[in-house]
């Protein structure tokens, strides 16, 4: 979790990957005990090259999928930010959020991380974060910035506390009539 001026950017959680870590500790464990045991010639070079890379990919998944993907909470839209050359960038406007959804595995609550999924009033329009810390919390900021809009029929999504403006249904209003 980031503090930005624009709001508060997200990123996985390395808790996420518990598993991965410990998969790629028994991958490195395993390449001695195989190295030590056998005595296989020149190809041991080669399996030790296979356990440590399977062990390096598994180990540094979370870092790739922190730079990879990026989640925004900004006063006005929830943002999803995939790529690295080549930026992807998904929003969704708080007034046009349908629903909050978070969901956490045995792990997850025991880790304090999950998935939130963002659903957009369009059947299409869904950002899910992915592996993020304390995804309850997210949730409740979320839930918070939405209520902080109110939708009066005819008028204007504005901020709690200011006056709704009319809403622009017709430009010519003002035209004289014949």
């Not at 870590?21 to 001695?32: H, I, K, N």
């Not at 299409?124 to 949730?139: A, F, K, L, S, Y």
Request: aromatic letters at 6%; charged letters at 30%; hydrophobic letters at 35%.
């Amino acid at each position: 979790m980031e503090n930005t001026e624009n709001g508060v950017r997200y990123r996985a959680s390395a808790r996420a990957f518990v598993g991965n870590y410990v998969l790629a500790a028994g991958l490195v464990v395993l390449s001695f005990l195989v190295g030590s045991r056998f005595d296989l010639g020149e190809s041991q070079i080669l399996i030790y090259v296979l356990f440590w890379s399977a062990a390096a990919i598994l180990a540094s998944e979370s870092l790739v999928q922190g730079i990879l993907k990026q989640y925004k909470v900004s006063g006005s839209e929830v943002v999803k930010i995939e790529g690295v050359l080549r930026k992807k960038r998904h929003s969704i406007p708080h007034q046009s959020v349908g629903q909050v959804k978070v969901s956490k595995g045995i792990l997850g609550r025991l880790l304090n991380y999950g998935t939130v999924e963002v659903e957009g009033q369009n059947e299409n329009n869904t950002i899910v974060m992915r592996h993020v810390h304390d995804p309850d919390e997210i949730r409740r900021i979320i839930r918070h910035k939405i209520d902080s809009y109110k939708v009066t029929p005819g008028k204007r999504a504005t901020k709690r506390g200011e006056e709704p403006e009319d809403a622009d249904e017709d430009i010519e209003g003002d035209a004289e009539e014949e």
